[in-house]
């Protein structure tokens, strides 16, 4: 199957710093990628959209200055995490839906957030 | 999105077929089916999808109802690494938009 890749796997950063968070099909060009946010024993929410050359769309309630998304090329996107707060600490988990034959997305494996 | 109905939990034994159900009553014509899985500590995993027919891979079988208000995630032989939650997705044909995941059923296998 497609493979999606995000790094770092973990990372651990001190409040008020940001943290980028990168995303990359490997083997196949993604139109759309999608950004996902899961906390402990409760399933993955939908922060942003984001296509490549253009701005992510934002889903309700997700703050877009603090959560920047930078979708610079057919398999890369970044998920910045800015001025992050011990609140922002979660799964963050990317997904990309194939040029070709885009019926299914596929996921990353995730990326573990820890602010201190 | 349409929505789905699943059991919160489930429990199995190994080496048994396994069938997790899916309601989806208000699913429109133009809806895939899709199953994905996480593992503990994972990214969800795609399992199969479908439409109308059903389909069978080497992860799978799904049964699709003739009225396609409920589907059926066939695990033909449960091993401890199908421990997982299942999430049952529908999502436009063609679409752009993002999957929206519901709670999932949570599998247990008992050796």
């Known amino acids: 199957g497609a493979v999606v890749s995000q790094h770092p796997s973990r990372v651990i950063c001190k409040s008020g710093t940001s943290v980028k968070i990168e995303c990359r099909s490997l083997?196949?060009?993604?139109?759309?990628m999608f950004w996902y946010r899961q906390f402990p024993k409760q399933s993955l929410m939908l922060m942003a959209t984001?296509?490549?050359?253009?701005?992510?769309?934002?889903e309700q309630g997700v703050e877009k200055d603090k959560f920047l998304i930078n979708h610079a090329s057919l398999t890369l996107s970044t998920l910045t995490v800015t001025s992050a707060h011990p609140e922002d600490s979660s799964f963050y988990i990317c997904?990309?839906?194939?040029?070709?034959?885009?019926?299914?997305?596929?996921f990353g494996e995730g990326s573990w957030l820890t602010v201190v | 999105d349409a929505k789905t109905t699943q059991p919160n939990s489930m429990e199995s034994n190994e080496e048994e077929p396994v069938h997790l159900p899916c309601n989806h009553s208000?699913?429109?014509?133009?809806?895939?089916i899709h199953w994905y899985r996480q593992l503990p500590s994972q990214g969800p995993e795609y399992v199969i999808h479908?439409?109308?027919s059903n389909v069978n891979n080497r992860m799978a079988s799904l049964a699709i109802a003739e009225d396609r208000k409920s589907s059926t995630l066939i695990l033909h032989r449960a091993t401890l690494r199908d421990a997982a939650v299942y999430y049952c997705?529908?999502?436009?044909?063609?679409?752009?938009?993002?999957?929206?995941f519901g709670k999932g059923t949570h599998l247990i296998i008992q050796p």
């Open positions: 479908g439409l109308t």
């Open positions: 984001s296509n490549e050359g253009s701005k992510a769309t934002y």
């Open positions: 083997d196949f060009q993604a139109t759309t």
């Open positions: 997705i529908l999502s436009l044909v063609g679409g752009a938009d993002g999957l929206t």
């Open positions: 208000t699913i429109s014509g133009t809806d895939y």
């Open positions: 997904s990309a839906r194939p040029l070709v034959s885009g019926n299914t997305i596929y």
